[in-house]
């Protein structure tokens, strides 16, 4: 582990979103004309034994929901929980539900493949799931039926936003919409700019503020809209195309924005860690960090996990390195997820990384089975559905 230390500049509070400007580039897997561009192959870095580890959080959960799917990719599904029930989806059709004790409360078939879930509204009881053939489905979580289902014009690899009685979803071909909770009737919708060759995924929806959302489209751009009427109320170009190729020119944005005390911080795959002032619209810092996971804050830090393997913490004032792990190089890192005073890392074999914010250090580890593609953090909870299907559950130890 090293640390680092260089000058950048700070950020302040939300006031007038449509100032915003940005520069950032999110990009993960690329196919085009029949070939996948694959990154430099290295070797996991083989994990050290721990001197001494803290006792961070405790089992509650652990149930497989795999099938059998002809999906040749995973995506990083989510699952749905509201403090009490917990709802996963298989990426071949199943949606099950259970209770924090293990108990199988339910499970329905969708004879079809998933390729988005969960979003999980527990004031409705409603969970969304989208599949393979751009269907919406919206699930009954008191007992698995069907509320309602609709047909999209592409498909939604992401979960939903679920907000204001709206289910808000970003396509694969560019179109934005926005449902009704209740029925599932579209509501709105509006087309962006699609390019010729774009990443296969985008980011999932996050709230602006309690009438605003943020929307990342292939278009590079960012496109805030009214959740109830899907007004459109300003865009700004996120990711700037640069290169002489339509793959190095690539600006989508497949990775989730975060906001958080009047900053928008984002961090691309071509390279860039961004912290933008909402209420001046400036760019407050810019450092070097590539990545495809969301970023964890502290009240001091940005934390990022970048696509070496490398995690670095990020002075949220100022930009300034605070410090950087290199403890778990090329062990394809999920996402940062902060659970009580720590940080939580997923790797490729299952593990779960506690890291001090303070100084990076690893101060525990768990395990689940297959790669962690992401890691969520709820009520106290700790949560994760693998690769190979298999979903944890934890919460802090008492």
């Known amino acids: 582990m090293q640390n680092n230390k260089t000058p950048n500049s700070r950020a302040g509070v939300i006031a007038q979103a449509s100032k915003i400007s940005l520069l950032c580039v999110s990009i993960a897997l690329v196919s085009a004309c029949g070939k996948t561009i694959k990154p430099e192959q290295h070797k996991p870095t083989k994990l050290v034994q721990l001197e001494q580890s803290v006792n961070v959080v405790e089992p509650v959960l652990q149930t497989n929901v795999s099938g059998r799917s002809k999906l040749a990719d995973v995506n990083r599904f989510e699952v749905g929980f509201d403090g009490k029930q917990i709802v996963a989806a298989s990426n071949s059709g199943k949606v099950s539900s259970y209770g924090l004790n293990g108990q199988a409360l339910w499970s329905t078939d969708l004879k079809e493949d998933i390729v988005g879930g969960v979003a999980f509204d527990g004031a409705s009881q409603t969970a969304v799931v989208t599949t393979k053939s751009a269907r919406v489905v919206g699930l009954n979580t008191a007992d698995g039926s069907i509320k309602w289902q609709?047909?999209?014009?592409?498909?939604?690899?992401?979960?939903?936003?679920?907000?204001?009685?709206?289910?808000?979803?970003?396509?694969?071909?560019?179109?934005?919409?926005?449902?009704?909770?209740?029925?599932?009737?579209?509501?709105?919708?509006?087309?962006?700019?699609?390019?010729?060759?774009?990443?296969r995924g985008s980011a999932k929806p996050t709230?602006?503020?309690?009438?605003?959302?943020?929307?990342?489209?292939?278009?590079?751009?960012?496109?805030?809209?009214?959740?109830?009427?899907?007004?459109?109320?300003?865009?700004?170009?996120?990711?700037?195309?640069?290169?002489?190729?339509?793959?190095?020119?690539?600006?989508?944005?497949?990775?989730?924005?975060?906001?958080?005390?009047?900053?928008?911080?984002?961090?691309?795959?071509?390279?860039?860690?961004?912290?933008?002032?909402?209420?001046?619209?400036?760019?407050?810092?810019?450092?070097?960090?590539?990545?495809?996971?969301?970023?964890?804050?502290?009240?001091?830090?940005?934390?990022?996990?970048?696509?070496?393997?490398?995690?670095?913490?990020?002075?949220r004032q100022t930009g300034e390195l605070l410090w950087e792990n290199d403890d778990l190089a090329y062990r394809q890192l999920s996402n940062p997820?902060?659970?009580?005073?720590?940080?939580?890392?997923?790797?490729?074999?299952?593990?779960?990384?506690?890291l001090s914010p303070e100084d990076g250090r690893i101060v525990s580890r768990t395990q689940t089975k297959g790669a962690?593609?992401?890691l969520t953090s709820a009520s106290g909870y700790l949560l994760t559905q693998t690769k190979s299907g298999q979903v944890s559950v934890w919460r802090m130890a008492r």
């Open 150 to 199: 609709n047909k999209l014009s592409g498909t939604v690899l992401a979960p939903a936003l679920i907000h204001n009685n709206r289910v808000l979803l970003s396509a694969n071909d560019g179109v934005m919409h926005g449902l009704s909770l209740q029925t599932g009737e579209s509501i709105w919708k509006f087309t962006t700019q699609t390019p010729s060759i774009s990443v």
């Open 372 to 374: 962690i593609n992401k």
């Open 207 to 315: 709230l602006l503020d309690q009438r605003t959302a943020l929307l990342g489209g292939a278009d590079g751009r960012l496109h805030a809209v009214d959740i109830e009427a899907g007004i459109p109320l300003w865009n700004r170009r996120v990711g700037i195309p640069s290169g002489a190729s339509e793959i190095q020119r690539m600006t989508d944005i497949d990775g989730t924005p975060t906001v958080d005390q009047g900053q928008l911080l984002a961090v691309s795959y071509s390279g860039q860690l961004l912290a933008a002032d909402l209420a001046s619209g400036q760019v407050t810092f810019l450092q070097e960090a590539a990545s495809k996971n969301s970023l964890a804050v502290t009240d001091r830090a940005v934390i990022s996990t970048t696509l070496d393997g490398k995690v670095k913490a990020y002075n």
């Open 337 to 354: 997820e902060r659970v009580g005073n720590y940080i939580a890392i997923g790797d490729l074999d299952g593990v779960v990384h506690f």
